[in-house]
T-cell receptor, first 114, second 114 residues
Framework: DGGITQSPKYLFRKEGQNVTLSCEQN?????MYWYRQDPGQGLRLIYY???????QKGDIAEGYSVSREKKESFPLTVTSAQKNPTAFYLC?????????????FGPGTRLLVL | AQSVTQLGSHVSVSEGALVLLRCNYS??????LFWYVQYPNQGLQLLLK??????LVKGINGFEAEFKKSETSFHLTKPSAHMSDAAEYFC????????????FGSGTRLQVQP
C-alpha cells in the first residue's frame, strides 16, 4: 500500500531536549511538507522540500530544522529553541510542483511537553 | 500572497439537513482550491479540488463545491448530512507561482445532530 507514515504517534519532550519526528513516503513524490496544527488556527507551514537536498522555510520555521537526504524521507527536528512545541504535526507529500497537485497527508504526530 | 477565510468555526446541522461550509479566498493569481476533512487525531483527507477545469466540483462522500470568481468563494455543500460527516473541514489555496504549498483556513467543525 502506498502512503505516508509518521512516527511516533505520540512524543514527549523534556525541557531543553531536541526531538525528531519521522516522515516516510513510498509514493515516489518529489515534494514533502511539514505543517503544525494548533486548535482554532488551522495548519501552518513549517518547512517544505521540493527536491532532495533542498528545503525552504515556511511561515513558522523558527525553532525547527529539517533534512532531505533521501527522496522518501523528510524528518523534522523540534529544537530546544522552540518554546511552545505542544501541537499536532502533520507531514504531507505531493507528486509535482504545480499548485494544482494534491497534497497527501500522514496520520500525524502529537508532541507534548513534560 | 494568498489567504483563506472560513466563516464559522463551528456549524451544527440535523441529520438529513443541508450542509453548507463557507470558504472565501484571496489571491492575486489564479488559485487552486481544496477542501480537506479531518477526523479526530487523524491526518487530512482530500474531499475535492478546483483546478480550473469546471466551476462545480464533485468530491467524495456526496460533497460538492462551486468556484465563484466574482465572489471569491468556494463553499462546500452536501444535500443531506449524515452522522458520519461530523469532522473538521479545511479549505486551502495554492498557486503556481512562488511558494507552492497550501495555505489553509482555520477550519470549521461540523456537528451533526440526530
Amino acid at each position: 500500500d502506498g502512503g505516508i507514515t509518521q512516527s511516533p504517534k505520540y512524543l514527549f519532550r523534556k525541557e531543553g531536549q531536541n526531538v525528531t519526528l519521522s516522515c516516510e513516503q513510498n509514493l515516489n513524490h518529489d515534494a514533502m511538507y511539514w505543517y503544525r496544527q494548533d486548535p482554532g488556527q488551522g495548519l501552518r507551514l513549517i518547512y517544505y522540500s521540493q527536491i532532495v537536498n533542498d528545503f525552504q522555510k515556511g511561515d513558522i520555521a523558527e525553532g525547527y530544522s529539517v533534512s532531505r537526504e533521501k527522496k522518501e524521507s523528510f524528518p523534522l527536528t523540534v529544537t530546544s529553541a522552540q518554546k511552545n512545541p505542544t501541537a499536532f504535526y502533520l507531514c504531507a507529500s505531493s507528486g509535482g510542483l504545480a499548485g494544482s497537485e494534491t497534497q497527501y497527508f500522514g496520520p500525524g504526530t502529537r508532541l507534548l511537553v513534560l | 500572497a494568498q489567504s483563506v477565510t472560513q466563516l464559522g468555526s463551528h456549524v451544527s446541522v440535523s441529520e438529513g439537513a443541508l450542509v453548507l461550509l463557507r470558504c472565501n479566498y484571496s489571491s492575486s493569481v489564479p488559485p487552486y482550491l481544496f477542501w480537506y476533512v479531518q477526523y479526530p487525531n487523524q491526518g487530512l483527507q482530500l474531499l475535492l479540488k478546483y483546478t480550473s477545469a469546471a466551476t462545480l466540483v464533485k468530491g467524495i462522500n456526496g460533497f460538492e463545491a462551486e468556484f465563484k470568481k466574482s465572489e471569491t468563494s468556494f463553499h462546500l455543500t452536501k444535500p443531506s448530512a449524515h452522522m458520519s460527516d461530523a469532522a473538521e473541514y479545511f479549505c486551502a489555496v495554492n498557486v503556481n507561482t512562488g511558494r507552492r504549498a497550501l495555505t489553509f483556513g482555520s477550519g470549521t467543525r461540523l456537528q451533526v445532530q440526530p
